[in-house]
């Protein structure tokens, strides 16, 4: 009888052993990032923020016990390629959880997919405001636009000025944008003298300066990417229009100067700040300078941190692996986490809250506008 | 006022830029009878091969740059000739069509391979431009107006007192009377092809000195030469060069009346316009290079 | 196997594309280098009504419609144009439509394009639907190639390929060149309103940027690659190309190098292109 124990005992050992590396079934996460394209660059940013809070999570013990792994889809930068990425990863992996894509008009271009297919998808850098109505399974934890434009129209009135003509590009970001603050500026009383918006990615913004000379403003609000700010800012500069520049946050950026040199000085602007006092900025400043040693952080590169973070934190907690409490699980995670960029409680409609503050380029370099 | 006359400063500006592709273009037409696809990136390459020397490899002064960029250009455009028209030429017309079609597509991920999709630029600082009379010009775009007028004149000066000159226009005119009456083809050929690749190449410098880089730039400065060689007449140079002035006027005069989105829009409804009315151009024959 | 069923899909829906690039460029020897306007017309036909409400089926049909009806004006002008002239105001054309698309945000919303496309009613959305509309793609394939096939073994087939290579023969022959020519475009731009409205209702998601040159060159590909003039070429050529573009999806590539696969593909395309002008304009069906 005993030796029958001590057998199926040893047997039982072994075949748990033998096992359990199947059992010890991995936690993934898809993510839909800009790995080619024209935002590739900022994509490779993202990816490494992620990996960085990635291997942190793992090293305190992953996902109880299993290790979390992310699986990137490139989406080529387009509208296009997000949305054949996510349906891969919907249809093919079948992830509970999806790291959505960059730019605001492909997060909306695959948003109602998410929803549609009962999938949590998670934005770190997208920011239209329309993102908001997306429905139940969409957060992000990058602040909405609709916080800035309030912010831009505050500059505004700070700076005093009453009257100017508005310019933004031509997609999702820039429209959104641009309407809440066109909103909060009129109810201030404020006059727009012209108001267009421009396609992304031109060489040449002669015509656009044109209309803006025509109107003769004494500042410009121009809601705009940092290609096509900094060539508007040169060919304003060649063509002596001179105004005051007020922008958002998708501009600030030292290329926007490295691109147009002395035109961009003076330019004002916009974003979302959080404190880089914190001791959890700190420690992710300390781990990034570890793991990628002389690397500058990317850009957003701390809101694709905190997002691996609190998704992992959601998983941990979650009752099941089914979607709905993973959502309810992801929810109460987010009360009170504070990340390295502050403090990610969702609200309602799964969006986070920020502080504006202010930059301004001064002597060819960018620094905050006090 | 001023707001029409400084958009069509811009015009004229932007016009001799696409006078200079346009001769090339036409030219090529007006000897071989073809359209070819692949002009816009002789343009592109030209502007991104004075990048090369001026900063991806080398770091000369654009000045400098210019020599070897415009020589690897003509590379190219005597490749494309030996490698693939002329194997195609006695061909069915649409297999040149298509492969040429084939060729600037090859050329142009070519670029986004080395040098990325992204916008670039020589990297020179922005200079405040020169104010007159309410209107504004910069010293770079006085410097393009100066260089189109140079070499349209050094073409002139080709095409008409030149044996080699006239040999082109002889075999513009008649390829197979030329033939007979014992012009060399092969000479005549090479000759089209160095300038046409000259011409683009120059002119893709000038514009991305003015207006930065980007690899979709052949294709639409393409379109806006065939504009320009449709509106002058297809083989006429004279046609091309004031084709091309049309074009940039009535673009940049255009911008006043409709969404600045549509600019392109302008030239190509001139393209279409031309085609179904006037098909020989405004100055055209359709033989021959006058 | 999901994701075999999605390739599956978008090689039908471009097989029904480059069909109908094949009759026009194949048959008709049309130089036809903005078909594309076409199959962004059927697309956005198709995506807006059905997003006003419309059941998808009856905003297909309309998007057929209206291509084929705006194929058919435009050709009335066109054809007074000559071939290599044909093929540049078609490209010109192509490029007018995305810019109409682009532009005219309060009708296509420009270039955010229009996300949430609704899936026929009967096949339903997300992942159970995907063999169930690949038998509707697969039927409809199926029913573009008959179509094509009775009318080009027809007389009218034969009459095209008159066109196609001695116009004046033809019309010493008494065939009405002119309305041959039309009635090519007019059927070819039906059915590439078909192929368009099937992106739309598949993809859930269209923008301008859908509808470029590239796309022009991947269905001229499509059609000569597998074979001009025949009625399976066009189909195995969509076949090849598909497979082709998304086996790239499954190389190992370093992260560094991940920005040039797009335009090494494209260079790919760009030179098969000449090659197979060069060496075998046929294609991989030869006609004859």
């Not at chain 1, 099941?320 to 995670?333: Q, T």
């Not at chain 2, 014992?182 to 683009?200: E, P």
């Not at chain 3, 084929?68 to 439509?97: H, K, N, Q, W």
């Not at chain 3, 497979?243 to 090494?264: K, Q, Y």
Request: glycine residues 10%.
């Amino acid at each position: 009888m005993r030796k029958l124990t001590i057998i199926l005992t040893g047997i039982c050992l072994i075949a748990s052993v033998a096992l359990s590396p199947a059992m010890a079934a991995e936690v993934v996460v898809g993510a839909v990032t800009p790995l080619t394209g024209k935002l590739a660059v900022y994509g490779q940013g993202f990816q490494q923020a992620m990996l960085l809070a990635l291997d942190e999570v793992n090293a305190s013990g992953g996902i109880n016990g299993n290790p979390m792994k992310i699986l990137f889809e490139d989406n080529t930068s387009t509208s296009k390629g997000s949305v054949s990425a996510i349906q891969k990863l919907i249809t093919i992996n079948k992830f509970p959880v999806i790291f959505g894509p960059a730019a605001s008009s492909n997060f909306l271009a695959v948003c109602p997919i998410a929803q549609q297919n009962k999938t949590i998808l998670i934005g770190a850098e997208s920011a239209a405001a329309a993102i908001s109505k997306c429905g139940s399974y969409v957060f992000r934890v990058f602040p909405s636009d609709l916080l800035q434009g309030k912010g831009v129209a505050e500059l505004v009135q700070y700076l005093g000025y009453k009257k100017l003509l508005l310019t933004y590009v031509n997609n999702d970001w820039g429209v959104g944008l641009a309407e809440v603050f066109k909103k909060q500026f009129l109810e201030d009383g404020g006059q727009l003298l012209d108001e267009f918006s421009y396609d992304e990615g031109k060489t040449d913004y002669r015509s656009e300066i044109l209309r803006i000379k025509k109107a003769s403003p004494k500042a410009v609000v121009n809601l705009t990417y940092i290609k096509e700010g900094a060539t508007m800012l040169k060919q304003a500069y060649e063509t002596r229009l001179d105004v005051q520049w007020i922008m958002g946050s998708a501009a600030k950026s030292p290329k926007l100067i490295e691109l147009s040199g002395e035109a961009s000085e003076g330019v004002i602007g916009t974003y979302p700040t959080f404190s880089q006092d914190t001791p959890q900025y700190k420690a992710y400043k300390a781990a990034w300078e570890k793991k990628y040693p002389g690397k500058k952080t990317p850009i957003f590169g701390e809101y694709n941190y905190d997002m691996v973070k609190l998704t992992a934190k959601a998983l941990r907690k979650t009752t099941s692996m089914s979607v709905d409490d993973i959502r309810n699980a992801l929810i109460n995670a987010s009360k009170g986490f504070i990340g390295a960029t502050g403090d990610k409680t969702f609200d309602a409609n799964g969006d986070v809250g920020a502080t504006y503050g202010r930059w301004t380029v001064k002597g060819g370099s960018i620094g905050d506008y006090k | 006022m001023i707001y029409y006359l400084q958009l069509t400063l811009n015009g004229i500006i932007a016009g001799s830029i696409y006078a200079l592709f346009a001769v090339g273009l036409t030219m090529v037409y007006g000897v071989f009878r073809f359209i070819n696809f692949a002009h816009g990136e002789l343009i592109a390459w030209g502007a991104y091969l004075a990048l090369l020397f001026t900063q991806t490899l080398f770091t000369l002064p654009i000045y400098h740059a210019v020599i070897p960029a415009l020589a690897l250009t003509v590379v190219i455009g005597l490749a494309q000739e030996r490698y693939v028209y002329r194997p195609l030429r006695h061909g069915n017309r649409i297999t040149l069509l298509i492969a040429s079609i084939g060729l600037s597509y090859l050329l142009r991920n070519a670029i986004r391979i080395i040098w990325g999709s992204d916008l670039m630029t020589y990297g020179l600082r922005p200079m405040r431009g020169f104010s007159f009379a309410g209107l504004s010009i910069t010293p770079t775009q006085v410097a393009m107006m100066v260089a189109a007028v140079f070499f349209l004149a050094c073409l002139y000066f080709i095409l008409t007192r030149t044996m080699l000159g006239k040999s082109l226009r002889a075999v513009a005119d008649n390829m197979e009377l030329a033939a007979i009456m014992g012009i060399n083809m092969k000479q005549v050929s090479f000759t089209v092809w160095v300038l046409a690749s000259v011409f683009a190449g120059v002119g893709g410098i000038l514009l991305a000195l003015d207006t930065n880089l980007e690899p979709i730039m052949g294709l639409t400065n393409l379109i806006k030469a065939f504009a320009a060689v449709l509106l002058g007449g297809a083989g006429n140079v004279w046609g091309a060069l004031l084709g091309g002035l049309c074009i940039g006027i009535s673009e940049n005069l255009g911008v006043a009346f409709v969404s600045p989105g549509y600019k392109d829009f302008i030239s190509f409804a001139i393209i279409i316009l031309v085609l179904l009315f006037r098909p020989k151009g405004l100055f055209g024959v359709l033989r021959g290079i006058r | 196997m999901d994701y075999l069923l999605h390739i599956l899909i978008i090689a039908f829906i471009y097989s029904i594309f480059a069909i109908s690039l094949n009759l026009e460029l194949g048959y008709t020897g049309l130089y036809n280098f903005g078909h594309v306007a076409f199959f962004g017309i059927g697309a956005y036909t198709s995506a807006l009504l059905s997003l006003a409400g419309m059941p998808v089926a009856v905003s297909m049909v309309c998007g057929m419609a209206a291509a084929g009806a705006i194929g058919a004006i435009l050709a009335i002008p066109a054809l007074r144009l000559s071939g290599d002239y044909f093929g540049i105001a078609t490209l010109v054309f192509a490029e007018m439509a995305r810019l109409f698309f682009l532009n005219e945000r309060w009708l296509t919303k420009g270039p955010m394009g229009l996300p949430g496309i609704p899936r026929p009613a009967w096949i339903g959305g997300g992942v159970a639907a995907l063999p169930m509309f690949l038998i509707f793609c697969t039927i409809l394939t199926f029913a573009a190639f008959l179509i094509i096939r009775r009318l080009t073994t027809a007389p009218f087939g034969r009459a095209l390929k008159v066109v196609r290579e001695d116009e004046y023969v033809a019309q010493a022959l008494g065939k009405n060149v002119l309305t041959l020519r039309i009635k090519t475009i007019a059927i070819g731009s039906v059915l590439a309103g078909l192929a368009g409205g099937l992106w739309a209702h598949y993809i859930t998601y269209i923008s301008p940027g859908d509808f470029t040159l590239t796309e022009t060159i991947l269905v001229l590909l499509c059609v000569v690659l597998g074979g001009r003039g025949t009625n399976w070429g066009p189909i195995l050529g969509a076949f090849v190309i598909t497979f082709f573009g998304e086996s790239v999806r499954f190389l190992p590539i370093p992260v560094d190098f991940g920005r040039v696969v797009a335009p090494l593909q494209g260079m790919v395309y760009g030179a098969v292109l000449i090659l197979i002008m060069l060496k075998r304009p046929e294609g991989l069906l030869p006609e004859y």
